[in-house]
C-alpha cells in the first residue's frame, strides 16, 4: 500500500489544480479518477468563463485569485491557455435587475472588485448591435475573462506532474478509510492508498464520494446545456449576461472566446435535475431566440455543436469547502454549481495552504462562507 500526505478524489476543474499547488510544497499527492484521463468529467463541458463578479465575499476572493492565475499563466510558464480579457457585461433592462445590481456594487467594490455601472450609450459600444428598447445601462467588470477549459487543465496536469503529483486514472473509490475519528486513505476497486488527508473534489458525484466517509452534503447535479458557432467577427468583447427571467429559462450567458467563436449556455426553467448528458431538441430554439432578441445581428451565426454538462449544485448556489471535525482529515471541495472552472485555480492555491498548515487565519477567511455548517438560506445571485 502506497503512502501519501494527500490523496484528491476527482481530476478535474478543483483537483488538478490543487493537486499541483500541493505539489509545488513538496506534497505527495495522489488524484484518483474512474475516468481513463484527467478533465473528462464536466471540465469538458465548461464553456470557459472566468469572473470575479459574484454577490459574495467569499465568491469574490477566490475569483480574484483565479484571475490572477489564469492572466499571469502564459507569461510565467509559457503555455497559451487561451486567456481573454473580455470582461463581464451584465445589460439591464427591469428597474429590478438595475436596483438589485446597483447594491451589490457596494459588496462588490468592498472586496476589490473592479466594476462599475455603466449608461445604455456605453453598453451599445461593448456590445454593438444589442437591442436598445428600454435598455437601461448595466454593469461592467473589465478584469473578467475566459480561457480554453481544455488548455488550462492540460497546463495545470503538466506542470502537477512535473512537480511530482501522482495520478491514478479508470480506478473508482469504494471507500475512505477511517481508523478512530480519522481518515487514513481509501481503497479503490485496483488498489488501496494510505493518507491522513484525503480531499472530496468529485463534483457531480460528491454527495455519493462523501457518503463513504459518513459526511452527508446537499449537492445534487442539474442539467445545462451549452454550445459553439464558427469563427466569426461579431464586435463583441465581453461575455454578455441577460439575468431576466422567462417560461423556460432562467438566464442565458454568451462571449465571444479568443478564436472569436460565439460559446454560450443556458440555465434552465425548472431546473432539470439528474445526470443525463445527452443534449435535447429543446435547448438550441429557446436560447437562439433569446439571444437574437437581445442582439439580432447573431442571426446569421452558424451553431458548429451543442453539448450538456453537469452544474453540481448546492440548496443556495455557494460552493461547500470545509475540514469537518469528524472524520478529522477529510477535506469537502465540493457543490462548485457550475463554476468549478472559474473557481478551481484560485480555490487550490487558497486550500493548498490550508491543508498544508501552511494558510494563517485569513486564507481560511477567504472560504468562510463555503462551510459546510452554514444554514443554506442565502442565496447567490448572479449563480
Known sequence: MENFDVIIIGAGSVGVPLSMFLAEKKVRVLVIDELPSFGQGQNKAAIGGVRATHSDGSKIRV?????KIFSSWKSAFGDDIGWKKGGYLFPVYEERDEKMLKEMLRVQHSYGLEIKWINPEEVKELAPGI????????????KDGSASPLLAINAFYRR?????????????????DRKGGSVCGVSTNKSRYSSPVVVNAAGAFAKEVSLLAGVDIPVRPDCHEAGICEPAETGIAPMIVDIRPQAKSKNYYFYPNSENQIVFCLTPR??????DRNSTSAFLPEVSRRMINLMPSLASLRVRRIWRGLYPMTPDGFPIVDMPKYPEGYVIAAGMCGQGFMLGPGLGKILSEIVT????NKARAVIKNFRLSRNFSSEEKLK
Open 63 to 67: 475569483g480574484l485569485e483565479s484571475i
Open 131 to 142: 437591442n436598445p428598447e428600454n435598455l437601461r445601462g448595466g454593469t461592467y467588470s473589465p
Open 160 to 176: 502537477a506532474k512535473r512537480l511530482g503529483a501522482r495520478f491514478a486514472f479508470g480506478e473508482r473509490v469504494v471507500s475512505v
Open 270 to 275: 425548472p431546473p432539470m435535475w439528474g445526470t
Open 357 to 360: 498548515g501552511r494558510g494563517d
